[in-house]
């Protein structure tokens, strides 16, 4: 199964990405899947974001001006392809992120079938709170889909393994320092302050488990059972680098 099958994935769509543990994976696979269909997708960022390797890098188009942006997009569309879509660049290699209204003036070009946008920053680690200033989820935003790594369960609740673990554990009521629980995960991404803030009303929403390799597809399990009891509409378990991708749906 194709991941942008597993995430239900529809036509005319706006996907922010959030959480840890493989946003930036999750969103080139979706952006090639939705080229390999014979459709046209932008991948770009409300944050900072990483481009691909140079071997799987589509067009760059780097516009600071929103016209001159959307103009470029729409002179590169084509059926079966896709972009990056950056305001500049940034620090460390990465990328600067567009304006939530030129992510939804994208959104809305005849040629484009999915924007799918980085919508917070990780750091790197697998698994985060969001902070005061995030994430940056467009209101032109039809799915959310809140990303975490299962690499992280059992590791210590502190900043070499978790963005923000002081916010993890004002959020939850845990402990910082002590191991990193299935349950303090699905607590957290279920959490309207958590993995669910700033989710547009009318919004879908989900939650994809990633790195659910080994010995981990338990722990990812136990995690998408307390999410569903929670009342998440759908979990994904994941291993976004490999072929196939997907593990198992929830619904």
Known sequence: MRLS???????REVIAIVGGGGKTTVMYRLARETAAGGAFAVATGTTLFTPPPVHERPRVIIEDDRD????AVAGAAGPGSWV???????????????????LATLA????V??????????????????GDHEPVVPPAATLV???????????????????RPEGVAG??????????????????LANVRGGRKDV?????????????????????????????????PLVVLARAREDPPVIEVLS
Not at 84 to 102: C, E, M, Q, T, W
Not at 174 to 188: F, L, N, R, S
């Open 5 to 11: 099958d597993a995430l239900d994935l529809r036509e």
């Open 68 to 71: 001159a942006l959307v103009a």
């Open 84 to 102: 990056i879509a950056s305001a500049g660049h940034g620090n460390k290699g990465r990328l600067l992120p567009i304006a939530p209204d030129a």
């Open 108 to 111: 809305v070009l005849p040629s």
């Open 113 to 130: 079938t999915r924007v799918i946008a980085e919508a917070d920053g990780s750091r790197g680690r697998a698994f985060k709170a969001p």
């Open 145 to 163: 889909v809140a990303v975490a790594g299962m690499t992280v369960v059992g590791q210590p609740l502190d900043a070499e393994h978790v963005h």
């Open 171 to 188: 959020l939850i009521g845990a402990a910082e320092g002590g191991p990193v629980t299935a349950e303090m995960i699905a607590a957290v």
């Open 200 to 232: 547009p009303r009318g919004c879908r929403f989900a939650v994809l488990l990633n790195q659910c390799d080994g010995g981990r597809l338990d722990d990812a399990r136990r995690v998408a059972t307390l999410l569903r009891a929670a009342g998440v």
